[in-house]
C-alpha cells in the first residue's frame, strides 16, 4: 500500500501514461500522412503535383476527380465501383454464412483434432495466389466464366474463408457454454442457436471477421486483372488504367485512389468500435 501511495506522490505513473500517449499520436501521425500527402496531390494539377519538392502553396484544382469521373469525356468509374461492390459485399456475406457453423463446430462443439483442420485452414493461405492463377484461368475459360463477376465472388469466398474461420473461432470460444445448454433445453435447433444466441453475443467478432474480408475481397487486384475484362472490371483494376508511360497522370492516380479507398475507409470508421472490441476478444482472460 505504502509503495502505492509513493507512486501516486511522485508522478510516475502519469509520466509513464503521457510518454506512451505521444508515442501512439506520433505514430498515428506516421502513419496518416501518406493519406494526408495523396489528398492533398489530389487536389493539384498535374505540373504542381509533379514537381519536385511538391509546392505546398499550389493552386487547388478538381481536374483529378473530374478525369476520374469521366466527365472530360474519359471512361466512367461507376461500373467498376458497382462490380467492386457486389464481389466485395456478397463474398463477405457467403464467407460468414460458412464459417459461422464452421468455427461452431471448432469451438462450441469441437470435433476430433479441430487443431489439426485450423492447421489445415491456414495452410492454404501459404500457398503463392500466383501458383493457383493458370490453373483457374484455364478453369474460366473453359466454363465460360471468364469477365464474370461471380467468379471473382467464388474466389473471394474461397480466399477469405480460411481466415474468417480462424477468426471467428477465437471469438465464439469466449461464448458462455451454459447459454447453449439453456436454448438447447428450450428445444432450439441448431439454425435458431446460432442465428440468435451465438451471433448476437459473438456480434464483435463477427463484425471484425466481416469488415477484415471486405477489404481484402475490395483490394485485390491479381484475379480480377487477369479473369476480368470490360464487363466485371472491379475498382482496383479501373486504377490501374490511369498509370500511363507518357504524360503526367499522379494527380489523378491520386485523387482516384481516393475516392476508391473511401468505401474501405468508412466501413472502419462506422465499424472502429466492433473491430477493437472483437480483435481484442479473448485477449484478456
Same mark, same amino acid.
Given at each position: 500500500?505504502?509503495?502505492?501511495?509513493?507512486?501516486?506522490?511522485?508522478?510516475?505513473?502519469?509520466?509513464?501514461?503521457?510518454?506512451?500517449?505521444?508515442?501512439?499520436?506520433?505514430?498515428?501521425?506516421?502513419?496518416?500522412?501518406?493519406?494526408?500527402?495523396?489528398?492533398?496531390?489530389?487536389?493539384?494539377?498535374?505540373?504542381?503535383?509533379?514537381?519536385?519538392?511538391?509546392?505546398?502553396?499550389?493552386?487547388?484544382?478538381?481536374?483529378?476527380?473530374?478525369?476520374?469521373?469521366?466527365?472530360?469525356?474519359?471512361?466512367?468509374?461507376?461500373?467498376?465501383?458497382?462490380?467492386?461492390?457486389?464481389?466485395?459485399?456478397?463474398?463477405?456475406?457467403?464467407?460468414?454464412?460458412?464459417?459461422?457453423?464452421?468455427?461452431?463446430?471448432?469451438?462450441?462443439?469441437?470435433?476430433?483434432?479441430?487443431?489439426?483442420?485450423?492447421?489445415?485452414?491456414?495452410?492454404?493461405?501459404?500457398?503463392?495466389?500466383?501458383?493457383?492463377?493458370?490453373?483457374?484461368?484455364?478453369?474460366?475459360?473453359?466454363?465460360?466464366?471468364?469477365?464474370?463477376?461471380?467468379?471473382?465472388?467464388?474466389?473471394?469466398?474461397?480466399?477469405?474463408?480460411?481466415?474468417?474461420?480462424?477468426?471467428?473461432?477465437?471469438?465464439?470460444?469466449?461464448?458462455?457454454?451454459?447459454?447453449?445448454?439453456? !436454448?438447447?433445453?428450450?428445444?432450439?435447433?441448431?439454425?435458431?442457436?446460432?442465428?440468435?444466441?451465438?451471433?448476437?453475443?459473438?456480434?464483435?467478432?463477427?463484425?471484425?471477421?466481416?469488415?477484415?474480408?471486405?477489404?481484402?475481397?475490395?483490394?485485390?487486384?491479381?484475379?480480377?486483372?487477369?479473369?476480368?475484362?470490360?464487363?466485371?472490371?472491379?475498382?482496383?483494376?479501373?486504377?490501374?488504367?490511369?498509370?500511363?508511360?507518357?504524360?503526367?497522370?499522379?494527380?489523378?492516380?491520386?485523387?482516384?485512389?481516393?475516392?476508391?479507398?473511401?468505401?474501405?475507409?468508412?466501413?472502419?470508421?462506422?465499424?472502429?468500435?466492433?473491430?477493437?472490441?472483437?480483435?481484442?476478444?479473448? !485477449?484478456?482472460?
Amino acid at each position: 500500500m505504502s509503495n502505492t501511495i509513493a507512486v501516486k506522490r511522485t508522478g510516475a505513473v502519469p509520466r509513464k501514461g503521457l510518454g506512451l500517449g505521444l508515442v501512439a499520436w506520433l505514430l498515428g501521425i506516421v502513419f496518416f500522412l501518406p493519406i494526408a500527402w495523396m489528398a492533398l496531390t489530389s487536389f493539384h494539377s498535374e505540373t504542381d503535383a509533379a514537381t519536385n519538392p511538391p509546392s505546398f502553396a499550389a493552386a487547388l484544382t478538381l481536374d483529378g476527380y473530374r478525369e476520374f469521373f469521366g466527365t472530360g469525356g474519359g471512361a466512367s468509374p461507376w461500373p467498376a465501383l458497382i462490380n467492386s461492390t457486389v464481389a466485395s459485399l456478397a463474398s463477405t456475406l457467403f464467407v460468414l454464412l460458412l464459417a459461422l457453423p464452421a468455427a461452431y463446430a471448432l469451438s462450441i462443439r469441437p470435433v476430433r483434432k479441430w487443431t489439426d483442420v485450423l492447421f489445415f485452414f491456414l495452410s492454404t493461405k501459404m500457398l503463392p495466389v500466383v501458383a493457383g492463377l493458370l490453373p483457374i484461368y484455364l478453369f474460366a475459360k473453359n466454363t465460360d466464366l471468364l469477365d464474370n463477376i461471380w467468379l471473382l465472388v467464388i474466389l473471394y469466398t474461397s480466399m477469405n474463408l480460411p481466415i474468417a474461420v480462424w477468426m471467428m473461432q477465437s471469438f465464439l470460444a469466449e461464448v458462455p457454454v451454459a447459454v447453449i445448454e439453456a !436454448a438447447r433445453v428450450d428445444g432450439a435447433r441448431l439454425p435458431t442457436i446460432l442465428a440468435r444466441v451465438v451471433a448476437p453475443i459473438a456480434l464483435p467478432g463477427i463484425a471484425a471477421t466481416a469488415l477484415i474480408c471486405f477489404i481484402f475481397s475490395w483490394n485485390e487486384l491479381l484475379f480480377a486483372r487477369v479473369l476480368t475484362g470490360v464487363v466485371a472490371e472491379t475498382a482496383p483494376v479501373f486504377l490501374t488504367g490511369f498509370i500511363t508511360s507518357q504524360g503526367l497522370f499522379l494527380a489523378k492516380v491520386c485523387a482516384a485512389s481516393l475516392v476508391i479507398s473511401l468505401p474501405v475507409l468508412a466501413a472502419g470508421f462506422a465499424a472502429q468500435d466492433k473491430l477493437v472490441q472483437g480483435l481484442s476478444l479473448g !485477449a484478456v482472460k
